[in-house]
Structure formats: C-alpha cells, structure tokens
C-alpha cells in the first residue's frame, strides 16, 4: 500500500495549507517522509531562484515597447528578472533614487539596464546610466543606441561601429556568459526561409543585420562571428557591473520574430512551423543583464492583502471602486514599501485600453487607501478609460497592483468589482 498525501486549508488560518500524511504501515510512512522532504527541498529551491531575480529596465522607442513588454521582458525573461511592464522612453533619476541618494525599494535590486532606443542620450541620461553601472548594475546597449551616442562609445572605450559582421541568419559563437543560465547555443542561425514565408515584409531586413564591435583595451569578447572572428558582442566591467554592446539591434530583431510567430497557418498566434530561432537572440541579452548576478539567494517574499470597500458598483462607465491594500510579510505583519496601480474596464471580454501603473501613496507603513475612477475624475488616484457602453452579460472593472520593498521578493496583486447601471 502507498501513503496518502493530502493539502487542504487551515481551518484556523485561511491563508495557509495544511498537509497530511496517511499510511498503513512504518514502509509507506517512510517513502511518504521522503516524498515530501523531497517536495520541501525542490520548494526551497525554488524560492532561492526567486530571490535571485532582480529587476530590469528597458529605455525605448515608442514602436518597441510592445516587443519588450509582452516579449523580451515578459517570455525571455520570465523566471530569471522581474519586469514586464518595465519600459520607458526616457530616464529621469527621480524614478529610482529618493531624494537622500538612496536607491527607492521597488529599485533596491536593479539586475539590469536595456537601452535601445535610436536617440542620443542626454547628458543627465548618461550620468545615470554611469552611475547605476558603478553600483552593480548591467547596461545592455544595442547596435543603434550604440551608434547614436558617441558619450557611451567613450565610456565603453570601443570606436563607433565596425565592419558588417554578417546577418543574424548566419552564425556566431558564444562565450559561456552569453550561454546561460538562460540556455542558448549561438546567437545567430535563424531560419531566412521561415522568415521570408511568414512575414515576407522583414525578408533581407537590416534588422537582422549584424556590426563588429571594437572591444579595445578592456574589453570581453562574448560572441564572434563564425566566419572570420569579427566580434559582435563585447562587455566593459565599469564598477561593479558591465556595459555590454550588441552589434545587432535586439529589439528590432525581436520585433521580427513577433510578426513570424504571430502569423502561423494552423493557430492564431503560435504556429511550430513559424520557428525560426531568432529568439536566440533575446536569450542572449538576457544573460548579458544576468551577467555576473548570483544564480541563487534566499529572501522573504512580500504579499498583497487587498480588501475592497464593496464588489458591485453603480455607475456604469463612471463607476467609482474604493479598496483598502495592505503590504505584509508571510506572517501578517505589515511592511512598508511601494504600490503602484493600474485599472481598466472589462465588458464581455472585451477590454478598455490601459494606462500605465501610478504609484500611490501611502496612508501609514504599508497600507494604502485607493480609489479607481473613469479620466478626469479629480477625486481618482487610479483612472481607466470608460466604455461607450456597458457589456450584456457582464462588466468588471479590474484593477492590478505591483508591490516593492527593501529585502522582500517584489508582489503582485489584483482585484475585481462587478459594475451595474
């Protein structure tokens, strides 16, 4: 006979588990035991990698942001940074720094810096990026933002750009810290066949084109190309992080597979036909920005508590929700930290466009008074854009929350409210 193990919820805490263990005979009881230490062990893990996963930045064009936030930063990267919804057009040191210096707590564990934007950075931009490499930070530049800003072609000490090195169609070979922890062979060899069937705009596409990056003095060569050794990819220890240059423009490159893999023939967004291995290509930058992080650390993790102040409400597309959040720790106990929020209106399926997170201000260490309202409702701490109509079957106006504080695993958090005439 085997042992029985079962979960089920603390009748005297309904926030936790309760896990039983049932066998017939000293034998089953044992290998039960041994089922769970084994659980136990794999659970722990589990948070050790979770605590290893800092945050990421992307600095952007406006035509990009999709590709970062609902690919590179949202699928590459999952399990390894946390991001998301973390890009931004412009860097401004008020977002990440208080006003004594310190990093803000939703910044605590900053992994890594993107920029990819094909613009010149300012002055006070580049004193950041400069700064918060010093501090540990990785900085992940492509071809085009390279390109454009001479002041980072100093700092990093290479020339501007080099010979053609090739197109991400052909090969490249990587030094290990491009090849994990996210695991990836090589950061070329992608498929112009596939490419040119499923998404024949981007055929020969100078998107996929490839820039021999001058290393100079100080530089480590983190991919050649195959043929001729010309290098591509080449990091700068500056501090107690990197820079690291791409010869090749990631984002428009992922922007590629986007169209590739949302254009397959049996199934509306992913067709296996439409591999074509570009997405070789994100893995790479995203073990640039985990260069050199430590692959495991064991940290609390922080948890949401929200409690809305009623579930339906009146007022149709002008409808106002009111919830009280609480940032507390796996006992209860509340811990002071950040919030942000963003709500958007929900009818039949059919959803209104989304702003941006706001973040809120706190009405004592970590508990929060939010109010979600339609635009231009002065009283509204968190606005959505309102329906021209409310659904037939149904109408939920739903809101999320990213939570941040000093030495917890960030949280995230989301609550709904049914809406009625």
């Known amino acids: 006979a085997e042992p029985v193990i079962q979960t089920r919820l603390d009748p005297q805490a309904p926030d936790r588990l309760l896990v039983t263990l049932t ?45 970062y936030t609902r690919y590179i930063l949202e699928q590459a990267a999952r399990g390894y940074l946390v991001a998301g919804e973390d ?26 810096l993107i920029l990819d934007c094909a613009r010149a950075l300012s002055g006070e931009e580049l004193a950041l990026v400069r700064r918060v490499c010093g501090e540990g930070v990785n900085v992940v530049v492509s071809r085009a933002c390279y390109r454009a800003n001479p002041g980072l072609q100093a700092w990093c000490g290479g020339a501007a750009e080099g010979a053609a090195a090739g197109a991400l169609t052909g090969r490249f070979t ?40 001058a290393a100079g003095a100080d530089g480590e ?19 107690k992080g990197r ?6 423009d990631f984002g428009r490159a992922a922007e590629v597979h986007w169209d590739v893999t949302h254009a397959g023939a049996t199934h509306r967004l992913y067709d296996r036909d439409t591999a074509c291995g570009l997405e070789r290509v994100s893995r790479c930058v995203v073990n640039a920005c985990l260069a050199g992080r430590e692959p495991e650390r064991m940290k609390p993790r922080l948890f949401l508590r929200v409690t809305p102040e009623v579930v ?45 997170f706001t973040e809120l201000t706190p009405a004592g260490p970590g508990r929060f008074l939010v109010t979600f309202g339609p635009e231009g409702l002065a009283q509204a701490q968190v606005t959505y854009a309102p329906l021209r109509r409310l659904g037939e079957r149904w109408t939920v106006l739903s809101a999320q929350f990213k939570a941040y504080a000093e030495g917890h695993v960030p949280a995230d958090g989301a609550a709904a409210f049914i809406v009625t005439e």
């Open 23 to 67: 066998a017939p005979d000293a034998g089953a009881f044992g290998r039960g035991l041994e089922r769970l230490e084994a659980s136990a062990e794999h659970l722990l893990d589990f948070r050790r990698k979770e605590g290893a996963m800092g945050r990421v930045l992307a600095v952007t064009d406006a035509g990009l942001e999709r590709v």
């Open 312 to 356: 339906l409400l009146r007022g149709g597309g002008a409808a106002v929700a009111r919830a009280e959040v609480v940032l507390c720790d796996v006992e209860g106990r509340p811990v002071a930290g950040e919030l942000r929020a963003r709500a958007r209106l929900c009818a039949d399926g059919m959803t209104s466009g989304g702003g941006a």
């Open 87 to 112: 890009t931004c057009a412009a860097l401004r040191e008020a977002d990440y720094y208080r006003a004594d210096g310190g990093r803000r707590p939703a910044w605590e564990d900053w992994a890594a």
């Open 174 to 213: 990587l030094e290990p810290a491009l090849s994990g922890p996210v695991p990836v062979k090589e950061l070329g060899g992608a498929d112009g066949e596939v490419i040119a069937r499923f998404a024949p705009k981007h055929a020969g596409s100078r998107a996929l084109e490839v820039a021999a990056v």
């Open 221 to 239: 060569v983190w991919a050649r190309a195959a043929a001729g050794g010309a290098p591509v990819v080449v990091a700068w220890r500056r501090g």
């Open 243 to 248: 820079a690291v240059v791409f010869g090749c």
